[in-house]
C-alpha cells in the first residue's frame, strides 16, 4: 500500500510539473539592518549584499519552491561601507496571495546557512514580498525578510532584510519539447 501511494504522489507530480512548468531566475541586492545590540556584536549596523542569485520553481498558483546564494562581492557603495563578509546560501517556500495579471504578492519561509568571519550560522527566515510582472517574462521583485538567528550563535545576529531585483521567468517544459522537436527534425 505505501508503494502505491509513493507511485500516485509521483504520477501526480509529475502531471503538476508538466502542466506548470515556470522557472524564475532572479539577480537582486540587499541592504541588511541590524539592531542596536546587535551592531555592538557584529561591528555593522548596516551591511550591503550583491549579488544574490535566486531560481524559483512555481509548483502551481498558490506555493513555489526556490533556492538562493548570495555574495559580497561589493564592499563599499558610498553610504554603506561593509566591515564584515556576509556570504549566504538556502531555500525558500512561497505561498502566494490573491494576485492581479501584474501584482504578485506572496508571504515566505525559509532558511539560510549565513557565513560571516569564516563562521557559519544557521538562519530562520520569513517575511513578505512582491513581484510587479512588466511582461510575461520580466518582472521587478521587493522583499523585506527577518532571518532569526538563535543567540548561541556569537558570529551571526537575528536582522532585517531589505531586496530588490529583477526575475526572468520562462517555461521550462517549452525548453524540452524545442529538444524533441529537433530529434524528429533531424537536427
Request: charged share 15%; with cysteine.
Amino acid at each position: 500500500m505505501k508503494n502505491v501511494m509513493i507511485f500516485v504522489m509521483f504520477v501526480l507530480a509529475i502531471k503538476n510539473v508538466q502542466s506548470q512548468n515556470k522557472l524564475e531566475l532572479g539577480i537582486s541586492s540587499s541592504i541588511i539592518k541590524f539592531s542596536d545590540k546587535a551592531a555592538s556584536v557584529i561591528g555593522d549596523r548596516y551591511l550591503f549584499q550583491v549579488p544574490t542569485l535566486s531560481a524559483n520553481y512555481r509548483y502551481n498558483n498558490s506555493f513555489s519552491f526556490g533556492l538562493e546564494i548570495a555574495f559580497n562581492l561589493v564592499n563599499d557603495i558610498g553610504l554603506i561601507s561593509n566591515s564584515i563578509n556576509y556570504n549566504s546560501y538556502g531555500g525558500f517556500v512561497q505561498y502566494h496571495l490573491n494576485e492581479s495579471n501584474k501584482i504578485k504578492p506572496y508571504i515566505f519561509l525559509g532558511g539560510t546557512m549565513v557565513k560571516a568571519q569564516l563562521k557559519r550560522t544557521p538562519t530562520l527566515n520569513f517575511g513578505v514580498g512582491n513581484s510587479y510582472w512588466l511582461t510575461d517574462n520580466f518582472a521587478i521583485n521587493t522583499q523585506v525578510g527577518y532571518k532569526f538567528s538563535e543567540k548561541r550563535f556569537e558570529s551571526m545576529q537575528s536582522h532585517f532584510q531589505f531586496t530588490a531585483g529583477v526575475l526572468y521567468s520562462f517555461d521550462v517544459g517549452s525548453l524540452f519539447r524545442r529538444k524533441s522537436i529537433c530529434k524528429v527534425n533531424g537536427f
